[in-house]
């Protein structure tokens, strides 16, 4: 694994904008970099990054059998009990999930690290997917990387096929906030993914949406929502006065309800509490367990519920610590052993596999000058060569 310093394309912010990609600058910096690329061996993506992310869904799903039946479990996730039957319905019911990323440490030598899962919400998708193909095919021609380099990346493929087996019957609503051009775009590239599949689909605003008289979901329209993709996360919803109506509104909903406690940074605890010891995590306890008190060489305290990096503390060893601050943190919070990230020319890098169905399909890697992730945090694309 390698960062490569590479010249851009001339002509890149134009066709991203031709293309709907309107946030490849944010606060005034670029988000989409492509003075550079990192390069894997096909060996490093098969062994070090593709294997163990199915390993690590299939331990997910473990911990998901055990959730719904544990009442200890659904409390330290700070779950509200309203919802713990649609949860465990959701998953009985076999609910098809859509997709998800692993954020993962790996600096091409040792096993990749698992840090957290995004598991409802995930953005950087098109990016990943139809941007960062488009640039390859680019550079390629242009002759800006080696002839013969390839790329980890079907998800557009993978997002299509997906739809294709979701067997919708009418049409497919999907929503994200209003005034999130990121999550906008997010949600319309999926969009897109699911009419190729051949899906009628109506985009709507999460505020949008309404409930009639029967407690059924509906759109701008009044037409009822039966199946409603939304890029709104389901602690958010099981909060809100509407997300009352939800376990009897008649929705299927993608992600589904089973998810929100994969999305849970609890997931990190519960995951080394079932498979200690495993190569691909990193030791992690609820806060308060008397066990994180003997870790060493640093760790992190994180939020059950948080988004690009908000209130998360680092704690290094001879060093101050790191806070990044943010609204999160009521619920409670992990702490996980401290693995750096690597550091490639002063970048702190983290990979982010997708999988689409639960089968690993490709890798989107950001970068910043922190050791923290954030939502400024630039996206770099990838090659593997050799």
């Not at 010249?7 to 003075?35: C, I, V």
């Not at 557009?156 to 087996?165: L, S, V, Y």
């Not at 702190?348 to 910043?368: K, M, N, Y």
Request: proline share 6%; aromatic share 12%; with cysteine.
């Amino acid at each position: 694994m390698q960062r490569i310093k590479i010249s851009e394309r001339d002509d890149w912010k134009s066709q991203a904008e031709a293309l709907g990609f309107n946030f490849h600058t944010m606060y005034g910096e670029p988000y989409w970099d492509e003075t550079a690329c990192y390069q894997f061996t096909l060996a490093q993506i098969e062994n070090d990054i593709e294997d163990p992310s199915a390993e690590i869904e299939a331990m997910c799903f473990d911990v998901v059998t055990r959730a719904i039946d544990d009442e200890e479990v659904l409390s330290k996730l700070a779950i509200p009990e309203d919802f713990w039957t649609c949860i465990r319905d959701s998953w009985l019911n076999r609910e098809k999930n859509l997709y998800g990323r692993l954020d993962l440490s790996y600096d091409g030598k040792g096993p990749a690290k698992l840090l957290e899962y995004n598991a409802d919400t995930p953005t950087a998708l098109y990016e990943s997917s139809a941007f960062q193909w488009l640039w390859l095919e680019q550079a390629l021609e242009r002759e800006l990387i080696p002839s013969g380099c390839d790329q980890f990346n079907s998800i557009h493929e993978q997002m299509i096929d997906a739809f294709k087996r979701f067997e919708i019957d009418g049409r497919l609503h999907l929503a994200s906030c209003e005034g999130s051009e990121e999550d906008e775009g997010t949600v319309r590239y999926i969009e897109e993914c699911a009419q190729q599949a051949g899906l009628e689909t109506s985009f709507l605003h999460m505020e949008e949406i309404g409930i009639d008289a029967n407690g059924h979901f509906t759109d701008r329209d009044d037409m009822t929502i039966q199946t409603l993709f939304k890029l709104y996360p389901w602690e958010w919803m099981m909060l809100d006065e509407f997300g009352k109506a939800v376990p009897k509104s008649g929705v299927t909903f993608i992600e589904p309800a089973w998810r929100a406690i994969l999305s849970n940074k609890g997931l990190l605890p519960l995951l080394w509490e079932m498979f200690e010891g495993h190569p691909n995590l990193l030791p992690a306890w609820f806060a308060g367990d008397p066990r994180a008190a003997d870790l060493e060489g640093g760790y992190v305290r994180k939020p059950l519920l948080s988004r690009e990096g908000a209130n998360v503390e680092m704690v290094r060893p001879g060093e101050e610590p790191l806070a990044i601050e943010g609204p999160y943190g009521a619920e409670g919070f992990v702490i996980q052993a401290l693995h750096p990230l690597p550091v490639f020319d002063g970048n702190h890098t983290v990979i982010g596999s997708w999988l689409v169905a639960s089968q690993p399909c490709g890798i989107g890697i950001r970068e910043d000058n922190s050791p923290v992730t954030k939502d400024s945090s630039r996206f770099v694309p990838h090659v593997i060569y050799g």
